[in-house]
């Protein structure tokens, strides 16, 4: 089974470019998340998403925008590129709050 | 402020060596506590929930214990395998039912 799966797995930007990061989940759920790990941070949220069509900003959400346009999909967008948002994301789903979170291996961004 | 602290930030261990990771927080509403492992280069693998002060979960050389403060993660005779970064993460009902998650504990178990 393949779970949550996330592309690219790394990717080189240069500031002011444009993304999208890509999350697909195979396990029928409700719910999927956005986050984004730094060192010594920890992982926080960045959005999140309830259900085909929703969206909702988390802790971190600046400079992100998202897209749920299919049940399976969750999109993750970068305008304009940023140093600061150099990071590890990872995209998880589950069936919902209480339940566990399914992650993926995560995109490794670069921004110079 | 929820907060959500582990320790130590690293602990090495001779195999065999049984020992714990703390997971303390303080929030309000507790509504679960997760546990996952985490591989290099890998996302987090969800290990176990706890729901209410009390409960205990065990998985092979891992149990998880909760209290109303803090959570422990007791391995038991650890095995190089057992290496990885161990995370925890509450849910409460401050917090918008979003994940609050700590820094986590890198675990070496040496042969």
């Known amino acids: 089974n393949a779970g949550v799966t996330q592309t690219p797995k790394f990717r080189v930007l240069k500031t002011g470019q444009s993304m999208t990061l890509l999350c697909a989940q195979d396990m029928n759920h409700e719910y999927m998340y956005w986050y984004r790990q730094d060192p010594g941070m920890g992982l926080r949220l960045i959005h999140y998403s309830v259900g085909e069509g929703t969206t909702a900003k988390g802790e971190v959400p600046d400079g992100y925008n998202v897209s749920r346009l299919k049940k399976q999909n969750f999109l993750l967008g970068l305008e304009s590129a940023a140093p600061s948002q150099t990071s590890v994301y990872f995209c998880a789903s589950s069936y919902s709050f209480h339940q566990p979170q399914h992650f993926g291996d995560g995109t490794r961004l670069s921004i110079l | ?111």
């Not at chain 2, 969800?46 to 050389?61: H, I």
């Open chain 2, 1 to 111: 402020e929820d907060q959500v602290t582990q320790s130590p930030e690293a602990l090495r261990l001779q195999e065999g060596e049984s020992s714990s990771l703390n997971c303390s927080y303080t929030v309000s509403g507790l509504r679960g506590l997760f546990w996952y492992r985490q591989d290099p280069g890998k996302g987090p693998e969800f290990l176990f929930t706890l729901y209410s002060a009390g409960e205990e979960k065990e998985k092979e050389r891992l149990k998880a214990t909760l209290t109303k403060k803090e959570s422990f993660l007791h391995i038991t005779a650890p095995k190089p395998e057992d290496s990885a970064t161990y995370l925890c993460a509450v849910l409460n009902n401050n917090a918008g039912n979003m994940l609050t998650f700590g820094g986590g504990t890198r675990l070496m178990v040496k042969p």
